[in-house]
């Protein structure tokens, strides 16, 4: 028995408590709205580390009478309600999601033995989170996402609900907890309610064991980000703090063990999901300056720059700079990444109505650091290996625009990698419409939708926009800004054309590519069917 299966309602009233027992054992425990009749899904659990016991469920509160949910639930190897899947009407086309469930937080990026690691906080009994696991996908190419089984487990294998954090790959073996030739796998999380915690995997994460010695730091706070400090041979964990008498924090941890961890110092006046990292100083035509900064960001995407001598943070200015707008929230970047390149993925909210799965993330950005009028500033833009997504590339160069007289270049698909630069003239107005969504620079320095400040650069402003079925990517002046926005009209349907436009005034369009996209998950599709 690989999995066992049952019937949900999407946004029951009340979840129920399911409990399974191997003899008086509690082995497993999960909150889900059963369905009392005809089912709004069907989902899967993970039953393989049962295999050969006989296990008993209890449901943990009042039934109905009537109430048939228990009755719909199976076994089986396979999961037969596979049908459309990866192709339903919202599903993100080239950005990863869960095949059944809840998502949030990006959790654990870390690059190992070929592959991209992304695990999630994840709940795939649920349409909205009540249950507190790890998700898993790996990658060799950081577009193309494998599904794996659930990573971590939260009660009774771990103390509470296992919420975010991250992961590392142990590769001196200082923590004792490799057990073969494989490195052992590091994913630190907080145990909700006792602490940062461990869980690690001997087979590249395939399989987690929750750490005996949990929790390794107790303290009021939550979201571990853990990485190597090579200057001082020690390990760093930047995680928040929320003790009464250092208010909102970050505080920070060293281990030389992974296992013993001693708290530093702390940052004052921030929240949760912390980051950070180091990089290299880029002048304006993209090339290193000999310098570098560390970069300080937290859940909601501002950011401060500043000196980390693996200790403490010392920020260069005061308060934060904003990069990140709309519908973007917890990101965090890869450990380990082959060629150094720092690589960003965000939690992306937007709700996906009416369907098996909710939620998803963005595509994986480059995260630079550059020289601007404004000074050093961070920029993000998606990562070259979305071109291996093209399947047809539309151009065109030195169009004009009059006031209300938009250039139309017709597309086939609705899936696009659109690139277009403007001299703005004297319109009061320059932008983009992909079928009913408008992507539009106005001359009061607003980027829309959500407003994003924006100037232009020597009269010329650019925009690059990522379109899949539920949401847009934009990103403004080559990563300057980078806004997350659900659709207008979310879905399938074909676009016939995208257009450039100016408003009050003519403009130029001086640039523009539309590149049409493939789907990820052909691959996928082909397996399940």
Not at 121 to 150: F, I, T
Not at 304 to 313: V, Y
Not at 511 to 522: C, G
Request: charged share 25%; aromatic share 12%.
């Amino acid at each position: 028995m690989e999995r066992v299966v049952g019937a949900f309602n999407l946004r029951a009233k009340s979840p129920f408590t399911e409990v399974w027992y191997i003899d008086d054992n509690l082995v497993h425990m999960l909150n889900f709205r059963i369905a009392p009749k005809e089912p709004d899904l069907w989902m899967s659990m993970d039953a393989r580390r049962f295999k050969g016991q006989k296990i008993r469920f209890r449901v943990e509160a009042y039934m109905p009478p009537g109430n048939g949910g228990l009755r719909l639930l199976y076994q089986s190897d396979e999961n037969i309600h596979s049908k459309g899947l990866y192709d339903e009407k919202l599903r993100p086309q080239f950005h990863y999601s869960q095949r059944t469930g809840w998502n949030n937080d990006p959790n654990g990026l870390v690059y190992h033995d070929g592959e991209y690691h992304l695990f999630t906080q994840h709940d795939p009994y649920n349409w909205m989170g009540a249950n507190g696991y790890w998700g898993h996908a790996v990658s060799k190419d950081l577009v193309h996402w494998e599904q794996l089984p659930l990573a971590l487990y939260p009660y009774p294998v771990a103390k509470q609900h296992c919420f975010s954090g991250s992961a590392v790959i142990d590769k001196e073996n200082v923590a004792g907890l490799q057990t073969g030739e494989e490195k052992a796998m590091l994913a630190f999380f907080t145990d909700t309610g006792c602490g940062e915690s461990i869980y690690f995997s001997n087979d590249r994460g395939r399989t987690f064991t929750y750490y005996k010695g949990n929790p390794v730091v107790t303290h009021p706070g939550r979201d571990p980000k853990v990485f190597r400090h090579e200057p001082t041979e020690r390990w760093v964990m930047a995680v928040f703090d929320d003790a009464k008498e250092r208010g909102l924090n970050i505080s920070f941890y060293t281990s030389a063990n992974l296992l013993s961890w001693t708290r530093e110092s702390h940052v004052p006046g921030w929240y949760e999901c912390p980051e950070l990292y180091e990089l290299p100083v880029l002048d304006a035509g993209g090339k290193p300056i000999g310098t570098s900064k560390w970069v300080l960001t937290a859940a909601d995407g501002m950011y401060a720059l500043g000196f980390f001598d693996g200790r403490k943070f010392t920020p260069e200015h005061e308060g934060k700079h904003k990069l990140f707008y709309g519908a973007y929230y917890a990101a965090q970047t890869f450990n380990d990444t082959p060629d150094g390149r720092r690589i960003q993925i965000g939690w992306a909210r937007i709700d996906m109505p009416d369907m098996p799965f909710n939620q998803t993330v963005s595509f994986p950005h480059l995260m630079t650091l550059r020289e601007t009028p404004a000074g050093v500033r961070l920029f993000a833009e998606p990562v070259k290996e979305i071109e291996e997504l093209y399947k047809r590339t539309l151009k065109a160069k030195n169009r004009e625009l009059p006031d209300g007289k938009p250039f139309s270049l017709a597309t086939a698909g609705h899936l696009f990698d659109v690139r277009a630069e403007f001299e703005i003239g004297a319109a009061k107005a320059v932008g983009l419409r992909i079928g009913a969504d408008e992507i539009a620079y106005d001359v009061n320095s607003k980027l829309l939708p959500h407003g994003a400040p924006l100037q232009p650069k020597d009269g010329r402003i650019s925009l690059r926009v990522l379109c899949d079925r539920p949401m847009l990517e934009i990103i403004a002046n080559n990563g300057e800004r980078h806004i997350t926005s659900p659709r207008v009209k979310p879905g399938p349907d074909e676009v016939p054309a995208i257009l450039a436009f100016a408003r009050g005034g003519r403009a130029t369009l001086v640039d523009m590519e539309v590149n049409e996209l493939r789907s990820i998950w052909d691959t996928q599709r082909e397996k399940l069917h």
